[in-house]
């Protein structure tokens, strides 16, 4: 199974930004469709963005605009790049590795947590 380990959450004020990464194990990296989820507390986990082996993206609309998601192959590293951030951006950001041949189940990782607040 692909492991999937993310960094760079933490404590920022509202209108800041933040950048998170998410490392995957394994020599198929490039194939797979690698995303963001986030959970707050109380709420359901929610799809943020994905990103395809072909690069294309996908976004929650409530985060259009201000997220940006980005692949390093190379690295077998997936980016979310967060600007302007809102308060109710709070929430721990989990990475995804959609289910693919080699994969079956997907993957997550163990979760990141973005904290908003003045």
């Known amino acids: 199974q692909v492991q999937l380990v993310e960094s760079g959450g933490g404590l920022v004020q509202p209108g800041g930004s933040l950048r998170l990464s998410c490392v995957a194990s394994?020599?198929?990296?490039?194939?797979?469709?690698m995303g963001w989820y986030r959970q707050a507390p109380g709420k359901q986990r929610e799809l943020v963005t994905t990103i395809t082996s072909g690069r294309d993206t996908n976004f929650a609309d409530s985060v259009k605009g201000r997220f940006t998601i980005s692949r390093d192959n190379a690295k077998n590293t997936v980016h979310l790049q967060m600007n302007s951030l809102k308060p109710e951006d709070t929430a721990v950001y989990y990475c995804?590795?959609?289910?693919?041949?080699?994969?079956?189940?997907?993957?997550w990782g163990q979760g990141t947590q973005v904290t908003v607040s003045s």
């Open positions: 995804h590795a959609a289910p693919h041949y080699s994969n079956p189940y997907g993957s």
């Open positions: 394994g020599s198929m990296f490039s194939l797979y469709t």
